[in-house]
């Protein structure tokens, strides 16, 4: 089955700077990959979302980049700002498999410094 | 507000004594799950349900039991052969349209399981 790895697990980050969390995968035939965010107390949210056949993809302050070669995609945060704050989750999707067939990663707790 | 709610927030087992965590969603999704969350792991699927009356086992459904009466409703039950219940647990839901589950998942606030 697949396999998600996550790094980094924690990250500091003063604001206004970048964060980049990256994931690799091992399922050469997974074809979605999505990113979580969950808040404290709450539940995950999904924040954005990259399908293989696209390299980047772009939401205001937010990005994904997937190299499908080395089987890895990252998340780059610019801009930071305190309600960044968070446990970032990637996840991988085998190929015509639905939600039930997504693998999360392990989490980076990303905090942001004043 | 359309949404997920679980309750309660926060729950405490007794040795032997199974346990039932609510899930209601407002969504009108056919599609609902639960998953578990431990500190420093990602989430795990338990059981997920397409369809009422129908549901089907995740990756670590050993200890745990579902039912889908209502297609609004998917409790979750923590029974006494569930030897390491304490855990964060999520459930979410997502749309089917055209037959096709799709793949965004909406979250509950989650409950804390903890045993006494």
């Known amino acids: 089955g697949e396999n998600v790895e996550q790094h980094p697990s924690t990250l500091s980050v003063q604001e206004g700077d970048s964060a980049v969390i990256k994931c690799t995968y091992s399922?050469?035939?997974?074809?979605?990959f999505p990113w979580y965010k969950q808040e404290l107390g709450k539940g995950p949210q999904l924040i954005i979302d990259?399908?293989?056949?696209?390299g980047e993809k772009k939401d205001q302050r937010i990005a994904v980049t997937l190299n499908k070669t080395a089987k890895h995609f990252s998340l780059h945060i610019t801009e930071t700002q305190p309600e960044d704050s968070a446990v970032y989750f990637c996840a991988a999707r085998e190929r015509g498999g639905t939600a039930s067939k997504l693998t999360f990663g392990t989490g980076t707790r990303l905090q942001v410094t004043l | 507000d359309g949404g997920i709610t679980q309750s309660p927030k926060y729950l405490f087992r007794k040795e032997g004594q199974n346990v039932t965590l609510s899930c209601e969603q407002n969504l009108n999704h056919d599609a609902m799950y639960w998953y578990r969350q431990d500190p420093g792991q990602g989430l795990r699927l338990i059981y997920y349900?397409?369809?009422?009356?129908?549901?089907q086992k995740g990756d670590i459904a050993e200890g745990y039991s579902v039912s889908r009466e209502k297609k609004e409703s998917f409790p979750l039950t923590v029974t006494s052969a569930q030897k390491n219940p304490t855990a964060f647990y999520l459930c979410a839901s997502t749309q089917t349209t055209g037959g096709l589950t799709n793949e965004k998942l909406f979250f509950g606030s989650g409950t804390q399981l903890s045993v006494l």
């Open positions: 399922d050469s035939a997974s074809n979605y």
């Open positions: 349900s397409q369809i009422v009356n129908d549901f």
């Open positions: 990259i399908r293989s056949n696209v």
